[in-house]
């Protein structure tokens, strides 16, 4: 039966729980005690130790699911069976991410030559934009700054009118104060009208000339400008555009490999040697991420370990590489052995009770040990040599004083001798004075054992 409790057996509690304890004083002796029990001091090997309880466990064990949800296509292994790292167990039907991994790969292919446009464009769309730029700021200039030629002939041209201005203004002065008749009179007025008219519009037109071009035109001269020079950076690529074509092309990769590892999850693969402890899978059944049970379970049965929990006042005596030895409740008569394989540095405070994780490691057996098994532990933290033993149950402690007695049977007296005590574990205690080999101790029925006198 699989003991769950944590609570051990410490070398203080292992005394007080076994050893008689009285508060009586000591007679010196009774030599017409009635003897119930009686135990000779023999010389032995004594062995301390804290026992704890916990349950086997394989040296490595793994639960496996699919990472993604589908249709079981193929299973691989059978229950039971030796299988190795990396070794597939299953797989899921895979099409449809197979697909996706392939529109992800060409997803990243034009993202990479968008970059690429973006970071290094070709010499030849280079050249049209430059050529391009060109075009359009001798457009603007020749619009700003008019033609010399052309200039010149307006001003001509203004100074030509003025000048005919003048000539019909003069002969208009000869005639306009003398009694002339009416019609030369009149055609006059007519010819000075005119010859004013066209000197205004003759230097209009040389002004005209001399701003260069009109409004409109100097406006859409500096749009195609602009245009021209914009397609030159979009070419040449500026931080902005350079910054969003490698943001894209990033997570077109991020894409890419996240269908990958899709395609990857589909398939169950072991990532220790061992063996298929558990296949929960079948062809053709649908399967999700996770699940009331593994879809596998593969179990390293190469070596086997056991948990434990040491209370705080007997983990002070524990150290690694200790001797353990090991009793299982399935295999009651074999005892196997361990050694102390790690303590944990921080405790656990479970409802109040501190314990320290422990693991021991189990040696090698020929016995059928399985994961799972309930197993008692009891690691042996000293062991002392060729001393006096006697057993627990002779000894009796004096609350007032500490001290430790024991009766002796001497002829047809009983005794009660003061001993030193050593070593004890839970069944026996080394007497280091007081006693000799070979005495004989006796539990009288009126002794203070046990609390009764």
């Known amino acids: 039966m699989y003991k769950r409790s944590w609570i051990t057996k410490s070398l203080i509690v292992l005394l007080l729980g076994t050893i008689g304890v009285a508060a009586c004083a000591a007679p010196a002796t009774n030599s017409e005690a009635s003897v119930e029990r009686t135990a000779a001091v023999k010389r032995g090997t004594i062995r301390a130790s804290v026992s704890a309880s916990g349950k086997i466990d394989p040296a490595a064990q793994v639960n496996l699911n699919f990472g993604v949800p589908g249709t079981v296509k193929a299973v691989l292994v059978d229950e039971g069976e030796l299988v190795k790292a990396g070794d597939v167990i299953a797989e899921l039907d895979t099409d449809d991410l197979q697909l996706a991994v392939k529109q992800a790969e060409q997803a990243v292919a034009t993202q990479k030559l968008a970059y690429t446009q973006a970071i290094s464009p070709t010499a030849g769309d280079v050249k049209a934009a430059e050529a ?80 260069g071009g009109n409004t409109a035109q100097l406006a859409g001269a500096r749009a195609q400008l602009v245009q021209a020079q914009a397609q030159l950076q979009r070419l040449l690529g500026n931080d902005l555009t350079r910054g969003l074509a490698e943001a894209q092309l990033k997570q077109a990769e991020l894409n890419l490999e996240a269908a990958r590892q899709r395609l990857t999850d589909a398939v169950l693969t072991s ?117 006096l033993i006697v057993p627990n149950w002779t000894i009796r402690i004096d609350r007032q004083t500490g001290k430790a007695y024991v009766y002796t049977q001497r002829g047809d007296k009983v005794e009660e001798i003061e001993i030193v005590t050593g070593l004890r574990n839970a069944n026996e205690s080394e007497v280091t004075a007081g006693l000799n080999e070979g005495d004989v101790l006796v539990v009288p029925q009126k002794s203070g054992f046990f609390g009764t006198q």
């Open 271 to 387: 990532p220790i040697d061992g063996t298929v402890a558990q296949l929960n899978v079948k062809v053709g059944e649908q399967v999700g991420v996770s699940g009331l049970r593994s879809a596998a379970v593969v179990s390293d049965l190469s070596s086997f370990h056991i948990d434990i929990g040491i209370d705080e006042n007997s983990i002070g005596v524990l150290q690694e590489q200790q001797p353990v030895v090991i009793t299982i409740d399935a295999l009651p008569d074999e005892t196997l052995t361990g050694r102390v394989d790690y303590i944990a540095p921080t405790a656990s405070d479970n409802a109040g009770v501190v314990t320290y994780k422990v693991i021991i490691s189990l040696d090698e057996t020929n016995q059928p040990v399985r994961g799972g098994m309930s197993a008692n532990a009891d690691v042996i933290t000293e062991v002392r040599d060729n001393v």
């Open 132 to 211: 391009a730029i060109a075009s359009a700021s001798a457009s603007l200039n020749q619009l700003s700054k008019p033609d010399e030629i052309a200039l010149q002939i307006a001003r001509l041209q203004a100074d030509s009118a003025n000048e005919s201005k003048r000539q019909v203004e003069f002969q208009w002065d000869q005639i306009k104060d003398k009694p002339v008749g009416g019609m030369p009179r009149d055609m006059m007025q007519s010819q000075l009208a005119q010859a004013t008219m066209a000197a205004q519009i003759a230097e209009l037109q040389y002004q005209n000339v001399k701003r």
